[in-house]
């Protein structure tokens, strides 16, 4: 009996599914640990101290959040409108080096409308690089899985060619020159370097519910999402609907970049990103696609991120066991049968059907 509420828990709430397949994760990586000759105890300590240990710690934690959040949004809101998006990280480029360009340009105008356009440009680069995709998809029916891949590689090694040559900082490492400081968000404790960025990731995620929940774009998303052949038969214009959704999706991506140069670069520097884009994808898998949960899996990963840069320097233990918990966060979520198979809840109650 006990067994059978929690089937029915498992089965409907994604949110327990998520929660279980990250127990797993922790769990299968410290067996993996130990295999290696590693004590996964110690390495979790020094994880949780470095990620969560201090107020230090904790801003450190959220900087690496922020652009998660934002990738991870990015990716769910796509995967709603039935589009794979891996060109997350090409986004996110794209919007970094647009809104570093406008923000070290002097435009003679005041500073907070500088600042302005400095954020938007970036959204509206990504709005485009993921709206190029979309109608790749729509108008010739390319799979958008091989383009976004391919144009993950011409965006960034573009943007790299850019910053190693005509936009080059004179006398520096490839990069841009700095951005004005009236372009760049403020600190929200002036002895860390937490920024509002976190704050724009949070509202970003709260306006995405907003817009799944209560808008009719929104319901389009999700019905289109849930059987295309049903959403047309509807009069949803099902074309539509997924060109906007990539626009949106590679607008948060262009978001994400643009917080960062406008926050921890504070310029363009080329392999800024260890791959935010492509962690939005365990991102929202431990969300469940739910936007409100993405700010909740975006911090657990950021903690894991700065946990691990933390273990590199405390500790000889390899800082690639973290990317195995969030490969095996993926592989469990992606898998909920898996799940309840590992735990003995696919098993049926004796006497029953």
Not at 128 to 149: P, R
């Amino acid at each position: 009996m006990k067994n059978e509420k929690l089937l029915n828990l498992l089965n409907s709430s994604s949110v327990l599914i998520s929660f279980v397949s990250f127990v797993l994760a922790v769990l299968v990586s410290g067996v993996i640990m130990l295999l290696s000759g590693y004590d996964p105890l110690y390495a979790y300590s020094i994880i949780f101290e470095g990620s969560l240990g201090s107020l230090r710690a904790i801003s450190n934690t959220l900087i690496q959040a922020t652009p998660l959040i934002f990738t991870g949004l990015a990716f769910m809101i796509a995967k709603k409108a039935t589009m794979i998006n891996l060109g997350v990280e090409g986004q996110l480029y794209c919007g970094a080096l647009v809104s570093a360009i406008v923000g070290m340009t002097p435009l003679g105008l005041p500073g907070f409308l500088h600042f302005i356009i400095t954020l938007v440009s970036g959204v509206i680069a990504g709005a485009l690089a993921g709206a190029f995709i979309g109608f790749l998809k729509v108008k010739f029916g390319s799979n958008e899985v091989i383009t976004t891949t391919m144009t993950n590689f011409i965006i960034i090694n573009f943007c790299d060619y850019l910053v190693n040559y005509p936009l080059k900082s004179e006398g520096a490492v490839a990069q841009t020159d700095s951005m004005l400081p009236e372009t760049l968000l403020p600190k929200i404790l002036s002895s860390y370097q937490i920024t509002y960025a976190i704050v724009i990731a949070v509202i970003a995620a709260i306006v995405i519910k907003f817009i799944l929940d209560q808008t009719r774009f929104g319901y389009e998303i999700k019905v289109v999402g849930l059987n295309m052949i049903a959403g047309e038969t509807a009069g949803i214009h099902v074309k539509k609907i997924m060109m906007l959704g990539m626009s949106l999706s590679g607008s948060l991506a262009g978001l994400a970049g643009a917080t960062h140069v406008m926050s921890v670069g504070k310029r363009f520097i080329s392999g800024f990103s260890p791959g935010y884009g492509f962690s939005g994808i365990s991102v929202s898998a431990l969300a469940s696609d739910s936007p409100l949960g993405i700010i909740l899996a975006g911090i657990i990963f950021g903690a894991l991120k700065t946990g691990s840069m933390y273990l590199n320097m405390s500790s000889k233990i390899p800082t690639e066991f973290v990317s195995v918990i969030q490969a095996l966060v993926v592989i469990f979520v992606s898998a909920p049968l898996l799940i309840k198979s590992i735990i003995g809840l696919d098993r049926k109650p004796k006497g029953g059907k």
